[in-house]
């Protein structure tokens, strides 16, 4: 299905994303280029949510089920002095496209969005259901908190997210989360240090019984990890100061079936206990919450907390997704994302079956010298194609509910 001028054309609108920086809220000029495009093609409808987010639609002749192709068109930023090349010049050298996004995650976009275009030229619309092709905004800081409005404008039966897998089949991650403890005390000279309550060592206190708290681990996901990121005090600086407050980052890893609540338990339960002997000790434990503004304007915010997910390999249509990809002799095997990625909203919070397939490596993305290797784009291409085909053909699925273990 991809001849020379097709090749072409797939490479080019892959350095035309990447030409054009995107960090998360400025992906204006990235939508719009893909807009354009898929204007000229044959896409049904193009949708711009109040995000920023673009959705393209190709309608099939049937009823059928709805079929979604997830990619983030946001980057995290660059510093340019460790770049051999210009981040955003999209350069080819030996085979590969170098830029900020090519790996993260605009070459998959770029296939995803090719695949669509020529999956519709070539069966001429004449396929059971709908595909749609996301192109989300925010996801370098809220693992699907934008797309929760595609999901709900597009209610898919499957989804297919396009972060880098190497090829393989992708059925599951590990979440995230982000812990913010915090300690309260009373500010007084640091020459009468009595006088006060030092906020900062009642925060070692507690952080020396967190340490010894034990994580839960999953037998294919791993170890639910939680590690201190970040830890400020106040006043600061605290020149001659007790200090009153003292507050702490925590990265947590999550793992399939794990809650808000369950998460925070532990913790809170090591605040409880510590208060019976210490009186003084005041502590609450939350999650973080972010706010953003989007390129349209409008605010994107929510606490930090990202589900896992897990789908067991010989759920139907992760079969079907395997099958498709070896019968394109892409030499796919089946495994999971040790990041998290949108499949936190559209599997985690929402129960829609999913899978993970992109080019390049995970380790690629956010490095300096970013690169995708050119044959791999194609491969994607060819993937992304032959999924569409294999997804469209499944019977409509109800959606799970919660955050069900596929084991």
Same mark, same amino acid.
């Given at each position: 299905?991809?001849?020379?001028?097709?090749?072409?054309?797939?490479?080019?609108?892959?350095?035309?994303?990447?030409?054009?920086?995107?960090?998360?809220?400025?992906?204006?000029?990235?939508?719009?280029?893909?807009?354009?495009?898929?204007?000229?093609?044959?896409?049904?409808?193009?949708?711009?949510?109040?995000?920023?987010?673009?959705?393209?639609?190709?309608?099939?002749?049937?009823?059928?089920?709805?079929?979604?192709?997830?990619?983030?068109?946001?980057?995290?930023?660059?510093?340019?002095?460790?770049?051999?090349?210009?981040?955003?010049?999209? !350069?080819?050298?030996?085979?590969?496209?170098?830029?900020?996004?090519?790996?993260?995650?605009?070459?998959?976009?770029?296939?995803?969005?090719?695949?669509?275009?020529?999956?519709?030229?070539?069966?001429?619309?004449?396929?059971?259901?709908?595909?749609?092709?996301?192109?989300?905004?925010?996801?370098?800081?809220?693992?699907?908190?934008?797309?929760?409005?595609?999901?709900?404008?597009?209610?898919?039966?499957?989804?297919?997210?396009?972060?880098?897998?190497?090829?393989?089949?992708?059925?599951?991650?590990?979440?995230?989360?982000?812990?913010?403890?915090?300690?309260?005390?009373?500010?007084?000279?640091?020459?009468?240090?009595?006088?006060?309550?030092?906020?900062?060592?009642?925060?070692?206190?507690?952080?020396?019984?967190?340490?010894?708290?034990?994580?839960?681990?999953? /037998?294919?996901?791993?170890?639910?990890?939680? !590690?201190?990121?970040?830890?400020?005090?106040?006043?600061?600086?605290?020149?001659?100061?007790?200090?009153?407050?003292?507050?702490?980052?925590?990265?947590?890893?999550?793992?399939?079936?794990?809650?808000?609540?369950?998460?925070?338990?532990?913790?809170?339960?090591?605040?409880? !206990?510590?208060?019976?002997?210490?009186?003084?000790?005041?502590?609450?434990?939350?999650?973080?919450?972010?706010?953003?503004?989007?390129?349209?304007?409008?605010?994107?915010?929510?606490?930090?907390?990202? /589900?896992?997910?897990?789908?067991?390999?010989?759920?139907?249509?992760?079969?079907?997704?395997?099958?498709?990809?070896?019968?394109?002799?892409?030499?796919?095997?089946?495994?999971?994302?040790?990041?998290?990625?949108?499949?936190?909203?559209?599997?985690?919070?929402?129960?829609?079956?999913?899978?993970?397939?992109?080019?390049?490596?995970?380790?690629?993305?956010?490095?300096?010298?970013?690169?995708?290797?050119?044959?791999?784009?194609?491969?994607?291409?060819?993937?992304?194609?032959?999924?569409?085909?294999?997804?469209?053909?499944?019977?409509?699925?109800?959606?799970?509910?919660?955050?069900?273990?596929?084991?």
């Amino acid at each position: 299905m991809l001849n020379e001028k097709r090749k072409e054309e797939l490479t080019t609108l892959c350095q035309r994303l990447v030409k054009e920086q995107s960090y998360s809220g400025n992906e204006k000029s990235v939508a719009d280029i893909i807009q354009d495009f898929a204007h000229s093609k044959l896409f049904d409808s193009v949708i711009k949510d109040k995000y920023g987010n673009v959705i393209l639609v190709i309608n099939g002749n049937s009823d059928g089920p709805k079929v979604l192709f997830d990619g983030h068109i946001d980057t995290v930023p660059v510093n340019e002095d460790k770049w051999n090349v210009d981040p955003f010049s999209g !350069e080819i050298n030996n085979g590969k496209i170098y830029g900020r996004g090519t790996s993260d995650m605009k070459g998959a976009v770029s296939a995803m969005v090719a695949a669509a275009c020529y999956f519709a030229e070539d069966t001429n619309k004449q396929f059971p259901g709908t595909i749609y092709v996301s192109c989300s905004v925010h996801e370098e800081c809220f693992e699907g908190v934008a797309t929760r409005e595609v999901s709900e404008q597009v209610k898919p039966d499957y989804v297919v997210i396009g972060e880098a897998t190497d090829l393989n089949l992708n059925r599951g991650q590990r979440g995230r989360a982000e812990i913010v403890l915090e300690t309260f005390g009373k500010s007084a000279h640091s020459s009468n240090p009595e006088k006060g309550v030092n906020a900062v060592n009642k925060m070692n206190g507690l952080l020396l019984k967190i340490q010894q708290l034990k994580v839960a681990e999953h /037998p294919i996901l791993g170890k639910g990890i939680l !590690e201190l990121t970040d830890i400020k005090s106040a006043p600061y600086p605290g020149a001659s100061v007790v200090p009153s407050h003292c507050k702490v980052t925590f990265d947590r890893r999550l793992l399939v079936n794990e809650t808000k609540e369950s998460v925070l338990a532990p913790i809170e339960s090591l605040i409880k !206990e510590m208060k019976k002997t210490d009186p003084e000790l005041k502590a609450t434990v939350s999650y973080a919450y972010g706010e953003e503004k989007c390129y349209t304007g409008e605010k994107i915010g929510g606490e930090r907390f990202f /589900p896992a997910w897990l789908f067991n390999e010989k759920e139907a249509f992760v079969e079907a997704a395997l099958d498709s990809l070896l019968q394109q002799g892409i030499d796919s095997k089946i495994s999971h994302y040790s990041f998290c990625t949108n499949g936190s909203h559209f599997a985690g919070e929402n129960g829609i079956k999913t899978v993970g397939f992109g080019p390049s490596q995970e380790h690629m993305a956010h490095i300096d010298n970013e690169y995708i290797e050119i044959q791999q784009l194609q491969q994607a291409t060819v993937g992304y194609y032959s999924l569409m085909q294999a997804f469209t053909h499944l019977k409509k699925e109800q959606k799970q509910t919660g955050r069900r273990e596929y084991v």
